[in-house]
Structure formats: structure tokens, C-alpha cells
């Protein structure tokens, strides 16, 4: 069955619920004055539905660290019991980085979730990964992500789903783009995201992205530098975490659980 096509331009949501990990709160995007210390491409997109409707609010359930399953056990029916019009679901990341990580069976687990999430009624943004670069974490496993984006454009066409695909977002191979640790995105980056998703939405012209910058490459020395210090400070603590068996007891709590206007 086709897909149906979508004229949001005169949409006004009512209730944005954000679900996801760390890329979903914000990281990389610091700012004291939001929630959890962190702004990110949701809160900006919260903002920007918030300013033509004053009767718009938004909830952002994500957590750091969490994989699929944890998304969506922890998040969906919490999410439905806000009961939203707009739903973004983002996830995989974390699970992707982990050495026995099956992208094939990681994408079965969304469908069920976003055909539930459909039954309500609400638009669904679905998240397809970035290909950013062998820069960054998840460019060093370019393949395993695209294997998973596959299944997840697959599922998008069989339910009519919203696709922010970040596969294509050409601007995200700029390092600028990467937070420090390269693997979250930088403000930059959650600028760019914001500016795919309203455009997506049909809130804004999508010739306003933001588009890399010619930018003078690194000395190979220096390049060397800085991989060597990467790979010390974040790629081995992660790789490590990812393979311990034990898993935290510490339960983190959701960024903003509650719908607000963000002003």
C-alpha cells in the first residue's frame, strides 16, 4: 500500500511528545535554562511549534543510554498516556555501538511500537541514523547503521510514517557538526536536525538548512593528535560498557516528563 502523502502546512499540534536516548535530550547542545541542563533539536522544535499556538505543549521522555527495547518500554505507553498529537521516536544508537548488535532484529522491535502509536491517532516522526563521517562513533560502523536505516525506511513506507532522515542530511558530515566526544551531536548539529524537522513539518522553507563549510584540513600529525586522545578518553570507556554483562541499577529520570510551553 503507498504511502499517503502529508500537507502539514496548515497542521497545528497541540501535544509534541519526544521519546529516544541522549541524542533526543539534548546532548551536546548545553544551556542551564532547559530542561536537564540541555536545549537539543527537540526543545528547539518545541519552541518553534510553541510560538504560533500558545496553547501547544511538549514532553521529552528521553533517557541517555538506553537502547530500543528500553525506549520502548519504558517510554511508549507513558508517551500515549499524555496522549500527543506529534510523536518522535529515536533510537538504536546504543545498541548499534555494541559488538553483538543485530540491526535486522533491533528494527523489528519499532514496527510494533509505531503502529501503536499510530492507532491514536498522532503524526510519528521516525528517525532514520546519520551518515557522519569516519569522524565519528557511528561512523566507524557506517555499514551496521545502514543496514538498520534499510529496515527503518522499509517500516516507515509500510505505516505512512514521517521520515527525519539523517542518512541524508549531507550537512552532518562536517565534523563541526560533533560534539567532543563524537558521538553526540554539537549545537550546530541539533541546529541543523531543528531546521530538518520543521521542514518535515512544513513549518519552514527546507532551502533554509544548514550546509557544511569548505574547512582547511588538519595537519596529519595533528589529526593523528587528537584520534589517539578520542580514542583514549571516549571510543574505549564506551567499547568497554558495551561489553560489560552487568547492567546499572541507577534508574535516570526522564528530561521533562511533564507537557510544557516552552517560551
Known amino acids: 500500500?503507498?504511502?499517503?502523502?502529508?500537507?502539514?502546512?496548515?497542521?497545528?499540534?497541540?501535544?509534541?511528545?519526544?521519546?529516544?536516548?541522549?541524542?533526543?535530550?539534548?546532548?551536546?547542545?548545553?544551556?542551564?535554562?532547559?530542561?536537564?541542563?540541555?536545549?537539543?533539536?527537540?526543545?528547539r522544535v518545541a519552541e518553534a511549534l510553541g510560538k504560533a499556538n500558545p496553547d501547544f505543549d511538549y514532553a521529552n521522555l528521553a533517557i541517555?543510554?538506553?537502547?530500543?527495547?528500553?525506549?520502548?518500554?519504558?517510554?511508549?505507553?507513558e508517551a500515549l498516556a499524555l496522549e500527543p498529537d506529534l510523536v518522535s521516536f529515536q533510537a538504536g544508537g546504543n545498541d548499534l555501538i555494541k559488538p553483538s548488535a543485530d540491526p535486522d532484529k533491533l528494527a523489528e522491535l519499532i514496527e510494533p511500537a509505531l503502529r501503536k502509536i499510530l492507532l491514536t491517532g498522532a503524526t510519528v516522526l521516525l528517525f532514520i541514523g546519520p551518515d557522519s563521517g569516519p569522524h565519528t562513533v557511528l561512523g566507524l560502523?557506517?555499514?551496521?547503521?545502514?543496514?538498520?536505516?534499510?529496515?527503518?525506511?522499509?517500516?516507515?513506507?509500510r505505516l505512512g510514517v514521517l521520515v527525519v532522515?539523517?542518512?541524508?542530511?549531507?550537512?552532518?558530515?562536517?565534523?563541526?557538526?560533533?560534539?567532543?566526544?563524537?558521538?553526540?551531536?554539537?549545537?550546530?548539529?541539533?541546529?541543523?536536525?531543528?531546521?530538518?524537522?520543521?521542514?518535515i513539518l512544513g513549518k519552514i522553507d527546507p532551502g533554509c538548512l544548514l550546509k557544511p563549510e569548505p574547512q582547511i584540513p588538519l595537519h596529519w600529525r595533528e589529526a593523528r593528535a587528537q584520534d589517539l586522545a578520542w580514542t583514549g578518553k571516549y571510543l574505549i570507556p564506551w567499547?568497554?560498557?558495551?561489553?560489560?554483562?552487568?547492567?546499572?541499577?541507577?534508574?535516570?529520570?526522564?528530561?521533562?516528563p511533564r507537557p510544557e510551553h516552552l517560551d
Open 64 to 77: 541517555q543510554g538506553l537502547g530500543v527495547r528500553d525506549v520502548i518500554d519504558s517510554q511508549l505507553d
Open 165 to 199: 532522515d539523517l542518512w541524508a542530511l549531507r550537512a552532518l558530515h562536517d565534523p563541526h557538526m560533533w560534539d567532543t566526544d563524537r558521538l553526540h551531536l554539537s549545537r550546530a548539529g541539533h541546529e541543523c536536525v531543528t531546521a530538518l524537522v520543521l521542514s
Open 1 to 43: 500500500m503507498p504511502s499517503p502523502v502529508f500537507d502539514l502546512t496548515a497542521r497545528h499540534w497541540q501535544r509534541y511528545v519526544a521519546i529516544g536516548d541522549s541524542f533526543t535530550e539534548g546532548f551536546g547542545d548545553p544551556s542551564p535554562e532547559s530542561p536537564g541542563g540541555f536545549r537539543g533539536w527537540a526543545d
Open 141 to 157: 560502523l557506517r555499514a551496521r547503521v545502514a543496514t538498520f536505516n534499510e529496515n527503518l525506511r522499509s517500516i516507515a513506507k
Open 239 to 256: 567499547l568497554l560498557r558495551a561489553a560489560a554483562p552487568h547492567r546499572s541499577t541507577e534508574v535516570p529520570t526522564a528530561k521533562l
